[in-house]
């Protein structure tokens, strides 16, 4: 409930991806963290004739990290370039969750004129149903986007909002031979896609989540379309305990460690651009010196200024 009712289309999930334990939850630890429910303060802003940016920070106590995010955009771009750092405030080293809970829905993403773009091939499905009305079986290994149904048949399931009435969770490997990599989202009919760019080292895993008038407790209510394209460092929402017990997945690990006393820092980038309303698929990503290219339905290009795409990294 906490964190439903402070939650926004793109949250921080740190820490922990998914349910607290029961034990955390009686020490007030609510669903993916923290950073979601916390007060943020402003350390910085500024504005010049050819860029803005704010600088925000919040402390996690019951995590013992400090967080930072700093938002920038450029004259004439629509890019936003996000950097983020975590602080270990402790002597010892931290091993933890940091996933970007992107979150998609009407009017931007509806069924039959939207489609949903990451790089990936190994996926599997999440093993704990939902709640009774779950599309996808559970703990099935798939190539992406073609995931195995409940009911036998195949879903596709980068077309959002296909049966409503179910929802799912799936997990998905981005391409490792890649070293910067993005998810996208496209609406045929606006002609627009919405995509993030950043470096696979930080971030190998997408969940993928969807919600289609499932669930009819509040504050669902059975309304609402919801499609998570969550990018981080952990393949499922599990919480800490089951993926540490389960480690690592596909071979990939599904944590991250922050050392004792130190930071991580990642930079990343999110970007909107119209493109030709007769796509019906995004082939593919690709970054360049000063641009992000969007490759959509017969080989057509689009490219989207980004004048400062060289800082995506992690360090």
């Not at 009774?132 to 986007?145: D, H, I």
């Not at 009435?165 to 919405?194: E, H, M, Q, W, Y």
């Not at 596909?250 to 651009?273: D, E, H, N, S, W």
Request: charged share 20%; aromatic share 10%.
């Amino acid at each position: 409930g906490k964190f439903l009712a402070s939650f926004t289309g793109h949250a921080l999930c740190l820490d922990y991806f998914g349910a607290p334990s029961e034990f955390e939850a009686k020490q007030g630890l609510c669903l993916h963290g923290e950073a979601s429910v916390s007060r943020w303060s402003v350390l910085k802003q500024s504005q010049t004739r050819t860029s803005v940016s704010v600088l925000m920070e919040a402390t996690l106590p019951h995590a013992g990290v400090r967080f930072q995010r700093e938002l920038r955009m450029r004259r004439d771009e629509t890019v936003v370039y996000v950097a983020e750092t975590v602080f270990n405030l402790r002597t010892t080293d931290h091993f933890f969750h940091w996933t970007q809970h992107v979150t998609l829905g009407p009017p931007f993403l509806q069924a039959a004129e939207s489609m949903v773009f990451l790089p990936a091939q190994r996926a599997i499905t999440w093993p704990h149903g939902y709640e009774g009305k779950s599309l996808l079986a559970n703990s099935r290994e798939f190539t992406w986007p073609n995931a195995p149904a409940e009911d036998g048949s195949m879903a596709d399931i980068s077309r959002p909002f296909a049966l409503p009435g179910k929802g799912f969770v799936a997990a998905a490997l981005l391409n490792p031979k890649r070293d910067l990599t993005s998810v996208a989202a496209l609406n045929f009919r606006l002609g627009l896609v919405l995509g993030y760019c950043f470096p696979r080292k930080a971030f190998p895993w997408v969940a993928v989540w969807e919600e289609n008038c499932a669930r009819q407790d509040s504050p669902w209510k059975g309304k609402t379309q919801a499609r998570g394209v969550e990018f981080g460092t952990t393949p499922m929402p599990i919480g800490k305990r089951e993926a540490f017990a389960n480690g690592p997945l596909f071979g990939t690990p599904t944590c991250q460690c922050v050392p004792a006393m130190g930071k991580l820092r990642v930079t990343y980038a999110i970007f909107l651009t119209p493109v030709n309303s007769a796509w019906r698929e995004i082939l593919d990503i690709e970054l360049g010196k000063q641009s992000i290219t969007v490759v959509g339905s017969n080989n057509e290009r689009v490219a989207v200024p980004a004048s400062d795409v060289k800082t995506i990294g992690a360090s």
